[in-house]
Structure formats: structure tokens, C-alpha cells
Nanobody, 127 residues
Framework: QVQLVESGGGLVQPGGSLRLSCVASERTSSNVVVGWFRQAPGKEREFVATISRSAYNTRYTDSVKGRFTISKDNAKKTVYLQMNNLKPEDTAVYYC????????????????????WGQGTQVTVSS
């Protein structure tokens, strides 16, 4: 069974920080594009950040640029999302997705392009 498992969510005050982790099962290939998406109540799933299989290429949605950083450790089969200066509008369930990376620079921002998803982790930013 190939799985992705997110963790690291929780309750944080505005301006605070969290680091999310997405851990793949041992059978998952390292040659994958990984993306972080979030879904707030009553809204569609939204792209947040993506990283190529080599970690050379990354891309972010405008609302998180300068605040969030995506990174990965292929040896640990883990992708991270460091979230700084969190705002109430960042509140959502955060999901990671993965699909085969077609090159060292391949990234993906559309949820329908992903083949595998984790169960999500809740992030709540509130005073």
C-alpha cells in the first residue's frame, strides 16, 4: 500500500509559525512532484506550494509568497511546508499530493493532476 500522511497542524496565534510534514510510505518513488493544497470550510481545494522531484524548482500561490517555504528530504521520503507569519485566512485543512515527476523541473499546481493524496491536517490560526 502506497500512502501519504500529513502531520504538524494545530492551533496557532496570528503571526505564529507551524511546520507541516508529508511522509510517504517506503514503496513511494522519490521521483515525484509533490504539492501542498488547502481547503477551508465551504471552499474549493486551493493550491499552496509545489516542489519538483530534485527540489530545484518550487512554486507558490501569491498569498503565501515570502511566508511559506516548501522543502524535501528524499532520504526520509518527507516534504515539509514551513509556514511563518500565519494569518487567520490561512486556516484550512492542508493536504499533500504526489504524482510522477516528468523532469527535474516538473511542478504541478492543479489538484486534478495529482494521483495520490494524504488525509489532511488541520491548521487553525486564531487569537
Amino acid at each position: 500500500q502506497v500512502q501519504l500522511v500529513e502531520s504538524g497542524g494545530g492551533l496557532v496565534q496570528p503571526g505564529g509559525s507551524l511546520r507541516l510534514s508529508c511522509v510517504a510510505s517506503e514503496r513511494t518513488s522519490s521521483n515525484v512532484v509533490v504539492g501542498w493544497f488547502r481547503q477551508a470550510p465551504g471552499k474549493e481545494r486551493e493550491f499552496v506550494a509545489t516542489i519538483s522531484r530534485s527540489a530545484y524548482n518550487t512554486r507558490y500561490t501569491d498569498s503565501v509568497k515570502g511566508r511559506f517555504t516548501i522543502s524535501k528530504d528524499n532520504a526520509k521520503k518527507t516534504v515539509y511546508l514551513q509556514m511563518n507569519n500565519l494569518k487567520p485566512e490561512d486556516t484550512a485543512v492542508y493536504y499533500c499530493g504526489a504524482r510522477l515527476g516528468l523532469s527535474e523541473f516538473d511542478v504541478a499546481t492543479e489538484p486534478q493532476s495529482y494521483e495520490l493524496w494524504g488525509q489532511g491536517t488541520q491548521v487553525t490560526v486564531s487569537s
